[in-house]
Structure formats: structure tokens, C-alpha cells
């Protein structure tokens, strides 16, 4: 059976929903405070992994929240530091996943996520979103213990679909991540939301703006 | 010998000094360009290393330039894109640098630079600013084809002192580059230049505001 391998944060799930929170917290701020989180918790994934210090995906994005707070001098306290986090549990899908994720198991794909999140994360924000019957496998990072972009991390998807990863589609939203996941193997097609310039580290097979592209060039 | 490693760029040699150039080339854009070139060259640094794709720390800031050439729609030609380019082999040293490389060469210590940059990129930012009298090294990631944080990246430094890391000091401005090194063994100082918030990774073994912090805590 043909399979799609999906990313999660910011492919799926929109991660800048954090943001909604972060602003009730912080009226102004919560733009800065969730692209600052982000950019932090991609920071950490990274140094730990080239360090040798892995820690799961929770713990980076609770070390990248605690360094949020002191550099934009936040004053959070632990309650709504454990609210930010809490958020991250149940964050919103992008409005085009559920009809782009139904046209492809009708067209007969199996659908799988392939995320640094912790196997809970995953669990829980597939669940807030109603999609647990879409997917047929959850792979998270923190079975190797090893993020994106590691080939550690990319073979769990092809050897949970027990095919080469040339036969396997890799979507993600992050242009990092559709390049990274280009050179291990994977046909790959990156979600463009924001029309950001293409990486210049290997070039997806395929871009589109949203879902409903993937869609469409998985008809074709 | 007590010896002392210097990371360079941020640290010694300011990269911002980049933005001068980029301004008058995009009046009102020479602080983003500047900056975003920054943060891509460190991102492209680390994904080649997690993804096993490494090219040298020139290709990544070629490569960084020209992402932030179409993010950002300046349209510079390849003229532009060079000088600029250019720009990075003659870096400005911050104020603090002569004095406390002096001061540190005059109290007995080694001193070396520790760079993710390429010999020639390392050589000719030390003699533009007349600094090659200083140094007793000029340690390259390039040399072991892999960019800090990596341990073989760390260890240029170990092997060229022939002391343990936790008998020789590793300066940097950056902080990720401080808490690494901090892991990886040595003796930290974190040139906290920005006055940023500390990293969520580990605690570096001392912190201040410019390179005359280093030598009173090395007087100490």
C-alpha cells in the first residue's frame, strides 16, 4: 500500500496557536512569544542532538518556554506556564488537514505521522483534533531518541512501511525539514504556507501552498 | 601552558559589522539582512551536520546569503552578492578584543581561535585585523568536516593543547556555543555581549558583559 508521511508541528497542527494564549497572558506579545518559542525549541532539538544530550521533545519546549519567559522579561509564573504547555497538547489543525488527509485514505494511502513529538504529544493532539482514525501509525523521535533531522529519526518511516524511502511520500511544512527529509530519500513535497523562500539545501519534489495541493499531486 | 580558545564569529570579530555594507547596498534593510544571514549560516551549519551533508563554512554562508537574497526580495546581483561575501573575510574586531588577547598573551597563556569558519576564512579575518601575533592557533571545524557542537569539533581544541577540557578555558559570545562547550568539558566564559537570557542547556562556569570580564576572571 502507497503511504504518506506527514510532519506535525506547523503541517498539521498549527503551532502559532500557542499564540492565542500567550497574547490572553500577555496582550502584544504573544506573536513574538510563540515564534520565539518555536524558534527555541528547534534550537534545542538540534544542539542536543549534535551534542549528545537528548531530552524528549516535551522537555525542550518546557527549556525553550523558561527561556522565552526570561528573555522577553515575561514575568510567567507556573500556572501559566504549565497553561502555555498545556496548549501545545491540543493545538488547532490547519482547516485543510482533515479534507486532505480523508482524500487520501479514500484514495487508499496509508497515513502516518513521522514527528519529533513524545508519543504522548502525539497522541494527545491527533486526539483533541478528532483524527485518530486517519492515521495508521504515530512515529515519534523519542523511539531512537534522536530528532529530525537525523537519519535515525527519517528511517522510522521506512521501516514502518517496510518500503525504501524513495517509494514513501515526506510532507512537511518546514523547508528544513522537506530538504533534510529530500536527502535522506523520501519523494518529498513541502506545505509553503508562508511563502517563504525555498531552503538552499536540497530542493522538495514538490511545493504547493496548502493540503489540497498535496491532494492534487498525489492524483496526478 | 594555560591555554585559552576563542570561538570568532560574535566573539572576537563582529558579524554584524556585515550590516554596514548590506545598508548602504538596501538602505533601511543592512540590520535584518545582517541578522538573517546569521541565523541561516548557523542553521545550515547544523542541519549539513545532522543530515551528514557536510560543505564548509564559506558554501553555508554562500548558501545562507542567497536564501536571504530571495526571503527577503532584495535582488541583489552577483557583484552584490560577493562583495558582501568579501565582507566577512575583513570583520571588524570588537573594541575589547586587542586589549584582552594582550592582556592574556602578557600573563602567559596560549590562546587559539576554535571556529566553525575555514583556515582561509580564519586567516584572513585574524591578519585584516592585525591579530595573527596573538594567537599561538587557528583551530577549524573544517579540518574534521564536522561544525560545532559536535565533539570532534570540541576536541580540535583538546588535541592541539594536549590537556583535558577542563583544564583549558573556551570563550564564546554565543551562548548555545558557551553551554555546548560546557557539556563537551571546558572551562566556559560567555561573552553575553546582548545581554540575552542564559540558555536552557547547561550553566557556562562564568558569564560577563565584554572580553575585559574574561581577563579579571582569569586574573582571579
Known amino acids: 500500500m502507497p ?18 494564549l500567550a497574547e490572553q497572558l500577555r496582550p502584544g506579545k504573544g506573536a513574538a512569544i510563540a515564534a520565539l518559542l518555536r524558534e527555541k525549541q528547534i534550537d534545542y532539538t538540534r544542539l542536543r542532538t549534535m551534542s549528545h544530550r537528548y531530552v524528549d521533545f516535551w522537555q525542550c519546549t518546557r527549556d525553550a518556554l523558561q527561556f522565552v519567559n526570561a ?8 500556572d501559566e506556564l504549565d497553561a502555555l504547555l498545556s ?27 513521522l514527528s519529533n513529538g513524545t508519543p504522548k504529544m502525539l497522541r494527545d ?29 527519517y528511517s522510522l518511516g521506512t ?18 525539514d522537506a530538504a533534510c527529509a529530500t536527502w535522506f530519500g523520501y519523494r518529498t513535497f513541502w506545505v509553503n504556507r508562508g511563502r517563504a523562500a525555498t531552503e538552499v539545501l536540497a530542493d522538495p519534489h514538490q511545493i504547493g501552498h496548502g493540503l489540497d495541493d498535496l491532494v492534487q499531486w498525489l492524483k496526478a
Chains 1, 2 share one sequence.
Not at 6 to 14: I, K, M, N
Open 3 to 20: 503511504a504518506v508521511l506527514f510532519d506535525a508541528y506547523g503541517t498539521l497542527f498549527d503551532v502559532y496557536s500557542v499564540a492565542e
Open 71 to 78: 528573555q522577553l522579561k515575561l514575568g510567567l509564573g507556573s
Open 87 to 113: 496548549a501545545y497538547a491540543k493545538l488547532k489543525p490547519f482547516a485543510d488537514a482533515a479534507p486532505a488527509l480523508a482524500a487520501l485514505k479514500a484514495q487508499g494511502f496509508a497515513l502516518a505521522i
Open 125 to 153: 493532539v491527533v486526539d483533541a483534533a478528532g483524527f485518530g482514525h486517519y492515521f495508521d501509525a504515530l512515529l515519534s523521535a523519542d523511539t531512537v531518541r534522536s530528532f529530525k533531522t537525523t537519519d535515525e529519526a
Open 159 to 176: 521501516q514502518w512501511a517496510g518500503r525504501p524511502a524513495q517509494e514513501l511520500v515526506f510532507v512537511s511544512s518546514n523547508g528544513w
